[in-house]
């Protein structure tokens, strides 16, 4: 099972970047997918997942109403579009498969695969 982020890069405050999970060998399916982020010295924290079956989408409160997760069956792709970036959004967004659905937010503990992860900067 692989899992590939891109899409991080420079931003401005106010800005916009769209992140990528590619996934291959995944039953994409039957997994939640999820992103979380890692800024230095701090604790990798989930921001979003797109849970597997019912789709349901599930938000950290900082990012509600900027942040959008997606994703594709016939790509076995996930996208998280983010949007009016905020310095405190910098960090590495790493995108991680969970078999199973999930009712809320899971915690790092729970991913059976973890993609690289992609940098994010924000600048103001």
């Known amino acids: 099972v692989q899992l590939v982020e891109s899409g991080g890069g420079p931003a401005k405050t106010g800005g916009s970047l769209k992140l990528s999970c590619v996934t291959s060998?995944?039953?994409?399916?039957?997994?939640?997918i999820a992103w979380f982020r890692q800024a230095p010295g701090k604790e990798r924290e989930g921001v979003s997942c797109v849970s597997a079956h019912d789709l349901s989408e599930y938000y950290a409160d900082s990012v509600k109403g900027r942040f959008f997760i997606s994703k594709d069956y016939g790509e076995e792709t996930s996208w998280l579009q983010m949007n009016d970036l905020k310095p405190e959004d910098a960090a590495v967004y790493y995108c991680?498969?969970?078999?199973?659905?999930?009712?809320?937010?899971?915690?790092?503990?729970?991913?059976?695969?973890w993609g690289k992860g992609t940098l994010v900067t924000v600048s103001s």
């Open positions: 060998g995944l039953k994409f399916r039957d997994a939640t």
């Open positions: 991680g498969a969970i078999y199973g659905s999930r009712s809320e937010l899971p915690h790092s503990s729970e991913v059976h695969f």
